[in-house]
């Protein structure tokens, strides 16, 4: 451990904190204790914007910003509508993005049949929120790794051809 940090000293603070999660193994320490954090998103997210600041105090900083912006009145007075799928049953919408279809993460792989149909129900529910417009979003990279698209995207493309 005492190598680690003296490591951590030398390094600019998206090495730093990139190096916390993997070789001080933090990852794996959130993910035992609070099983039902994304800790992964997590990860991407913060290590996305430390790109941008030389100290922790920055990054913070700018977090606490967000967290402003976010509580402003004016600023949720919005017609964009941000929830997850299961809240979404039941509605409509004219426009609908499904966004991180990367496959292994939706569906979530499982030793059951059954849950690989209940995933594909749960799209299904996704898809048919829809009025006018659907749009199904995957990224290229997951922390620095390119990905691939979810099997139900391919599944959808396949018919739309």
Do not use: C
């Not at 496959?103 to 129900?121: Q, T, V, W």
């Amino acid at each position: 451990m005492k190598f680690v940090l003296e490591k951590i000293i030398n390094l600019n603070l998206y090495n730093s904190i990139k190096l916390i999660f993997e070789e001080l193994g933090y990852i794996e320490y959130i993910s035992k204790h609070f099983e039902n954090i994304p800790i992964n998103y997590i990860q991407e997210i913060i290590l996305h914007f430390a790109k941008d600041y030389k100290t922790i105090n920055e990054l913070l900083k700018a977090f606490e910003n967000i967290e402003t912006i976010l509580k402003n009145k004016n600023f949720n007075t919005s017609n964009i509508f941000i929830s997850t799928i299961h809240q979404s049953k039941g509605l409509e919408y004219d426009n609908v993005l499904l966004i991180d279809l990367v496959d292994g993460e939706f569906p979530i792989y499982s030793d059951r049949a059954s849950s690989l149909e209940e995933e594909r129900r749960l799209f299904y529910v996704g898809i048919t929120r829809a009025k006018k417009q659907l749009y199904l979003v995957f990224p290229k990279y997951r922390y620095e790794t390119k990905v691939k698209p979810s099997k139900f995207f391919k599944e959808i493309k396949k018919i739309n051809k």
